[in-house]
């Protein structure tokens, strides 16, 4: 028997912050939607796939979605519990619905509208709309990269950051954390602080910031260019952490916010990492040539013995694996968007992004309220 099509004006993949900020700009133009998520509940990421320390890495008037501002007693960074309970808060305020445990197979154009298939459990919806809003995000599958050895030999645990919630199950051992970004900073902060023996795996230069230098660059991005701001918030960051390069942790040749501008990677935002390291509790290594049972071997040749790796070494969209990528023009192979910014979230046929514009949450509420007045005006 084939299956009822459920037709809607909009379809939006992903009940993540990106697609509950389209879905609230479009409920309040009164354009019909419909939200579908993979896993059981909204902002999963959030809530099952972060570490218990994490907080918002900006202050909270850079982090809030549309037309729903943070409280005015809200801490200016915001903790993971926190923004859980204004996301679940955001949801009930503008009537979002999200049809959960819905896992999207394939997506495709068909005669001017746009035919998702689903899976649900053991059962199949088809939805056909107007519009397509991909809201999965560039976090969707972490990333584990291959070296030689780690699926073959190593004896120890391994597994990725969004597996990771604290450090108590490695007290007492020697743990490598790789990757030198915010949750590899952090995670290695928060394991060194359940007297573990911590290594950081520190492969390419980085950026290391605190929220205030954040704060202030930001601040000053407002009046001023960012050749001019980025020496100001260098100069802060000398005088509170020294010469970094002494610790293994060397600055790319570009200032922090002319590199995220050019590369897309954001400064390293530190919550005790730094002087830790100084300290000479968490040791900055090399990258892994090998693994060889519990014995790590480095390229510069050093070698250790650890016995958990925690890899902090990013995510992947898997949106290439479901969409007909061809038939909106919006997205390459690799699952993000063709466009650069500002034109990254329009494709073609109806076709739009969310939360792909390496922007973080600020760019996601640009996106949604780009996408609904785009619908909207049509």
């Known amino acids: 028997m084939e299956n009822e099509m459920i037709k809607t004006q909009a379809l939006i993949i992903g009940a993540g912050p990106a697609g509950l900020a389209t879905s609230a700009c479009l409920n309040r133009l009164n354009i019909p939607n419909i939200v579908v998520e993979r896993e059981e509940c909204s902002a999963s990421l959030w809530k099952r796939r972060s570490y218990d320390c994490l907080k918002l890495h900006l202050a909270k008037h850079y982090c809030q979605l549309p037309h729903m501002p943070f409280p005015p007693n809200t801490p200016t960074f915001v903790s993971k519990s926190g923004f859980i309970t204004y996301l679940d808060e955001y949801a009930t305020r503008f009537n979002l619905n999200p049809r959960y445990n819905r896992n999207v197979e394939s997506a495709y154009l068909k005669d001017g509208r746009w035919i998702v298939e689903v899976g649900k459990g053991a059962e199949r919806e088809v939805y056909s709309a107007d519009y397509l809003v991909v809201a999965t995000g560039e976090n969707s599958e972490g990333v584990i990269p291959e070296i030689p050895g780690l699926a073959e030999s190593f004896e120890g645990e391994y597994l990725h950051s969004s597996e990771y919630k604290n450090g108590e199950r490695f007290a007492g051992k020697h743990v490598l954390v790789v990757g030198s970004g915010n949750s590899g900073m952090e995670i290695a902060y928060d394991v060194s602080k359940w007297d573990a023996d911590v290594s950081l795996v520190v492969h390419s230069p980085v950026h290391v910031l605190t929220r205030e230098i954040v704060r202030i660059g930001m601040w000053l991005l407002r009046f001023f260019p960012v050749k001019l701001v980025d020496p100001w918030c260098l100069l802060l960051a000398k005088l ?47 990258s892994i040539k090998r693994i060889e049972g519990k014995r790590v071997v480095f390229v510069d040749g050093n070698t250790e013995r650890v016995d958990s790796i925690v890899f902090a070494t990013g995510y992947k969209s898997s949106v290439s694996k479901w969409l007909q990528v061809d038939d909106g023009d919006l997205f390459n192979e690799n699952g993000m968007p063709k466009g650069e910014l500002p034109d990254h979230w329009k494709g073609k046929n109806g076709l739009y992004s969310v939360g792909f514009g390496r922007q973080g949450l600020a760019g996601i509420t640009r996106d949604a309220q780009n996408v609904a007045t785009d619908i909207a005006s049509l």
């Open 240 to 286: 509170r952490f020294g010469d970094t390069s002494r610790y293994g942790l060397i600055r790319p040749n570009k200032g922090p916010f002319m590199n995220k501008l050019v590369t897309g990677r954001s400064p390293t935002i530190d919550v005790g990492c730094v002087d830790e390291i100084k300290a000479g509790k968490i040791e900055v290594v090399s």
